[in-house]
């Protein structure tokens, strides 16, 4: 497709997306729980449906056809900044995430900690708008995002107001992203024009981190940024410093980001691996992240509470998570045989145990190869492991791997399936398909985990002589 049309194809794609959220987002007074057949039955429920799947297949398109290239980083900047422009002003879509910053950021603002209590021990405001599963549930996001959601709160007084502010701080995540992409993709030899359209061009970017808006492009800004300076001054400690303190910021806002912090370490190295060098400039990337979220959680008064809250996530359940899907599979095998389990505590405590050796295994393996990229991979098989799978999680690994990965493909193809599995009042598809996506996902996985295998017998065959 000629990049002048793909520029038109996309930005009508998200005018049409604009316009199901106007007709059926997720609107503070809606339903809070919907089924497809009932939008369907609703009010404009056809308009609202097809100008999703339409508006959404031209967004993935126009990405799509120009995933290998585009004319320029500035090109592609242009053209993602058009694609957001209709967003902007459209109301929430795709999640009721936003409600729920607002009414954490409310309890933290009367002086309540929202690690300690759920949004209805205010009570909130605004708690009619928050998921009913989200109500009596501690905040599992980090103590810095608590004190922007409390600080939003206080400063705008409204609902409305807030969602506007949450929105904005989304955009300005996406700008900063904007200027770190292209300095991360040269310093790892990858087109900076094809670093920023794969991450930012991304359905996904549109639909949940600026339509939701989602918390996830600040985690993601600070972090594609800390990675960016890390890269750019191996061995220059002050910088680093700098680069531990932007990733810091990262994992306060969510702890997923720690997962990046030790191949940072890695990369800010100077010269070849030695335990001496990683502890004199490494030191320096670990120390910043850790002073800041130690620093962050004293001067927010919230203490280290805020760490139970991280285990508050696996509420839902979706086979768009591997080890849940494995789950929901032995269940509804066991089904026949006249067994009614609940497999799904074992297979995400697997799950854990497996990313933990993983984890370790990447980073070791990093140490004589690129610990940007692997950092990717590293984020990928954290959101993979994970026992809950939204689909804006993907744009963790999405980001730091469009800047670092010669190969695309694979992670392209995953963000693009996610970007059609959220309708736009925020229902997930997944919930209504369970007891078919569960067994093909867990298929994906044996079929994945066999590919594997084989290429790492073959790799240690020796080739032989002719």
Request: hydrophobic share 55%; proline share 8%.
């Amino acid at each position: 497709m000629p990049s002048h049309l793909a520029r038109w194809t996309g930005l009508a794609g998200s005018t049409l997306i604009a316009l199901s959220a106007f007709l059926g987002g997720a609107f503070p007074s809606g339903p809070l729980r919907s089924t497809p057949v009932s939008i369907w039955q609703g009010p404009n429920g056809p308009l609202i449906l097809a100008a999703w799947a339409v508006g959404t297949g031209l967004l993935a398109y126009a990405w799509w056809a120009l995933r290998d290239g585009v004319p320029s980083t500035r090109w592609a900047l242009v053209t993602v900044g058009l694609w957001l422009l209709p967003l902007l002003v459209a109301p929430p879509f795709g999640s009721r995430d936003v409600y729920a910053y607002a009414c954490q950021g409310a309890s933290f603002a009367a002086g309540i900690s929202p690690y300690e209590h759920g949004v209805s021990a205010l009570p909130c405001p605004w708690l009619d708008t928050v998921s009913v599963i989200w109500r009596d549930t501690p905040a599992p996001y980090g103590p810095l995002f608590v004190l922007v959601a409390g600080a939003v709160v206080e400063v705008t007084g409204s609902l409305t107001a807030s969602i506007v502010l949450f929105r904005a701080l989304s955009l300005v995540g996406v700008a900063l992203t904007a200027w770190a992409l292209p300095v991360l993709a040269r310093r790892a030899g990858v087109p900076a024009g094809r670093a920023v359209w794969l991450a930012l061009g991304c359905p996904l970017v549109a639909t949940h981190l600026i339509g939701g808006p989602h918390n996830d492009v600040l985690m993601l800004a600070a972090l594609v940024g800390g990675l960016a300076v890390v890269a750019s001054h191996p061995g220059r400690r002050g910088l680093l410093l700098v680069g531990g303190l932007l990733l810091g910021v990262a994992v306060a806002i969510k702890v997923t980001a720690v997962v990046v912090v030790p191949f940072a370490a890695l990369a800010a190295t100077a010269g070849p691996f030695r335990i001496r060098t990683l502890i004199r400039d490494g030191g320096w990337v670990v120390g910043g992240a850790v002073a800041t979220v130690v620093g962050v959680t004293v001067v927010g008064g919230l203490d280290f509470g805020w760490i139970g809250g991280l285990s508050q996530g696996g509420a839902a359940i979706a086979w768009t998570s591997p080890p849940t899907a494995i789950g929901q599979s032995i269940n509804y095998l066991a089904v026949p045989f006249g067994g009614h389990i609940d497999a799904l505590p074992a297979t995400r405590a697997i799950a854990v145990v497996v990313l933990a050796v993983l984890l370790v295994w990447l980073w070791w393996r990093s140490r004589t190869r690129d610990p940007l990229f692997y950092a990717g991979l590293a984020l990928a098989v954290t959101v993979a492991l994970s026992p809950v799978v939204h689909p804006w999680y993907w744009t963790w690994p999405l980001f730091v791997l469009a800047a670092t990965a010669r190969r695309t493909g694979w992670f392209v193809v995953v963000a693009l399936v996610a970007s059609f599995l959220i309708l736009p009042d925020g229902t997930g598809l997944p919930r209504y398909t369970k007891t078919v996506g569960a067994p093909l996902m867990t298929l994906l996985v044996i079929v994945v985990v066999v590919r594997l295998v084989r290429s790492a017998r073959a790799a240690r065959q020796p080739v032989a002589a002719d």
